[in-house]
C-alpha cells in the first residue's frame, strides 16, 4: 500500500512568511509525529497525535510552530513568520498504535526540505 | 527527558567484515529501541528493533542486542556489503507511547 506521503517537497520562502506543511499517514494509521531533522543529524520530535488529540507538543520549539489533525488523518505543521533557523527537513512519521507491540512501528515520510530566504 | 548517545560518529570496514554501532541510553522508561538507515536523500528505513523483554534479535546479517541494566544497545551486522553504506540512528521510546529520542548517527562505509 501508500507510505507515508508529505507535501510540498521543497518549500523556498522569504523570511517572515507562514508555511504549511502537509502529511498523509498511512491509512488506519492512528499515530502520527512531527520530526526536525538538521543535515547529518538524527530527527528530532517535535509533536504527536493520537487520532484527532494532539498528545504531546513539547518539541515544538516556540509559539510560531503549530499543528493540527482535524479529522485524525491528514496532518499539517505551520510556521509563521519564518526565520532563517526554520531551515531544516522536516518528516512526519505515522504508526499503527502508539503504546506497544508491533503496532508501534514508526514509517517515516519523504520529508519537506524548507529553506527560509 | 530522555537522551541517546550514538558511537561512533563514522565506522569504516572493509567489505565482509563485522560491523558494530552501540547506543546508550538516559531513561530507564524506555523500553522499545529501533535501528533506522538512512541513505542519501532517502527517508529514514527501520531495519531491526528490539524490545526490553528480549535482550537479543536477529535478522539475516543483522542482530541488536540490549543490556537493560547498563542502559545500552547495540546494532551489528555482519558480512558486510558495499549497500550496507549509510547513516545508521538507533533511537529509544517510553513505554507510554512512541516518540523517538534518535542518536547523533553513524556512518558506515563498507569498502568493496
Known amino acids: 500500500g501508500a507510505g507515508v506521503s508529505q507535501s510540498p517537497r521543497y518549500k523556498v520562502t522569504k523570511r517572515g512568511q507562514d508555511v504549511a506543511l502537509r502529511c498523509d499517514p498511512i491509512?488506519?494509521?492512528?499515530?502520527l509525529y512531527w520530526y526536525r531533522q538538521a543535515l547529518g543529524q538524527g530527527p528530532e520530535f517535535l509533536t504527536y497525535f493520537n487520532y484527532e488529540a494532539q498528545q504531546d507538543k513539547s518539541g515544538l520549539p516556540n509559539d510560531r510552530f503549530s499543528a493540527e489533525r482535524p479529522e485524525g488523518s491528514i496532518s499539517t505543521l505551520t510556521i509563521q513568520r519564518t526565520e532563517q533557523r526554520d531551515s531544516a527537513m522536516y518528516r512526519c512519521?505515522?504508526?499503527?498504535?502508539?503504546?506497544?507491540?508491533?503496532?508501534?512501528?514508526?514509517?517515516f515520510g519523504p520529508g519537506t526540505r524548507l529553506l527560509v530566504l | 527527558g530522555e537522551n541517546v548517545e550514538q558511537h561512533p560518529s563514522t565506522l569504516s570496514v572493509q567489505e565482509g567484515d563485522s560491523a558494530v554501532i552501540k547506543c546508550t541510553y538516559s531513561?530507564?522508561?524506555?523500553?522499545?529501541f529501533p535501528w533506522y538507515k538512512q541513505e542519501l536523500g532517502k527517508r529514514p528505513q527501520l531495519i531491526i528493533d528490539i524490545r526490553s523483554n528480549v535482550g537479543e534479535k536477529k535478522d539475516q546479517r543483522i542482530a541488536v542486542t540490549l543490556n537493560k541494566t547498563a542502559k545500552h544497545f547495540s546494532l551489528h551486522i555482519t558480512e558486510t556489503q558495499p549497500e550496507d553504506s549509510a547513516v545508521y540512528f538507533c533511537a529509544a521510546s517510553p513505554t507510554s507511547y512512541g516518540k523517538l529520542t534518535f542518536g547523533q548517527g553513524t556512518i558506515l562505509t563498507v569498502h568493496p
Open positions: 512519521a505515522s504508526s499503527l498504535t502508539a503504546s506497544g507491540g508491533l503496532g508501534k512501528t514508526q514509517y
Open positions: 531513561d530507564s522508561a524506555s523500553n522499545y
Open positions: 491509512s488506519g494509521h492512528v499515530s
